[in-house]
């Protein structure tokens, strides 16, 4: 079975830059999530999808992110303009159904440096 | 507001020795509690999951246990190895979806 595969791996920008990281869950995988982690920190949610709609973008800075999943497989993270505040990595993961008895598969994430 | 704390931050051991990383949660109503590993580089891989109504699971040398009442979880990783080298990260869900609270993670280092 393919892993979660996410492009690309690393990305330096200059601030006020924009970016985009791309995601491929895992073949038939319906929960797509993106998480943030910061340097010495636990991954935050960012946002979830289920199919191709959003079911918790709480977390996610409107103004300066987006994230699509058009036809409900692979996604697209945007970050427009990008802060200093904003490197990190990446990650995204994939689960069968989202129903909250099922692990979760991470791909290898995007390293973003702003500077 | 859910939040999850790992003790210790940091754990050196050599190599066979059993060893026991802590985890706690401040809200008791989660759905499940989950460990992964993440080694440098990488993303997390999944090693336990377990749904409120268990008390432990297993597999290979690794025994996660949870009190909800408490909320506490441990992982036991028995007959340690350099191998095990890794960062170990818990998190829990609530409300039924995979929405994770992470943990900032235990960086546990084998040495042979």
């Known amino acids: 079975e393919a892993g979660v595969a996410q492009s690309p791996r690393y990305k330096i920008i200059e601030k006020r830059q924009s970016v985009a990281f791309w995601c491929n869950p895992i073949s038939g995988h319906a929960t797509l999530y993106w998480y943030q982690q910061i340097l010495g920190q636990g991954p935050k949610l960012l946002i979830q999808?289920?199919?191709?709609?959003?079911?918790?973008d709480s977390q996610l800075p409107k103004d300066r992110f987006s994230a699509e999943r058009l036809k409900g497989v692979d996604s697209t993270l945007k970050i427009q303009p990008a802060k200093l505040e904003d490197s990190a990595v990446y990650l995204c993961a994939s689960t069968l159904l989202g129903r909250g008895n099922s692990p979760l598969h991470f791909g290898n994430g995007t390293r973003l440096t702003v500077t | 507001k859910q939040e999850v704390t790992q003790i210790p931050a940091a754990l050196s051991v050599p190599e066979g020795e059993n060893l026991v990383l802590n985890c706690s949660f401040t809200d008791s109503a989660i759905y499940n509690l989950q460990w992964f590993r993440q080694d440098p580089g990488k993303g997390l891989t999944s090693l336990l999951l377990?749904?409120?109504?268990?008390r432990e699971q297993t597999s290979g040398r690794l025994n996660a246990s949870l009190d909800k009442s408490s909320g506490r979880s441990t992982l036991y990783i028995a007959a340690s190895q350099p191998g095990d080298s890794a960062t170990y990260l818990c998190?829990?869900?609530?409300?039924?979806?995979?929405?994770?609270?992470f943990g900032k993670g235990t960086k546990l280092t084998v040495n042979p």
């Open positions: 998190a829990v869900s609530q409300g039924g979806s995979e929405k994770l609270v």
């Open positions: 377990i749904q409120s109504s268990q």
């Open positions: 999808f289920q199919n191709n709609g959003v079911v918790d």
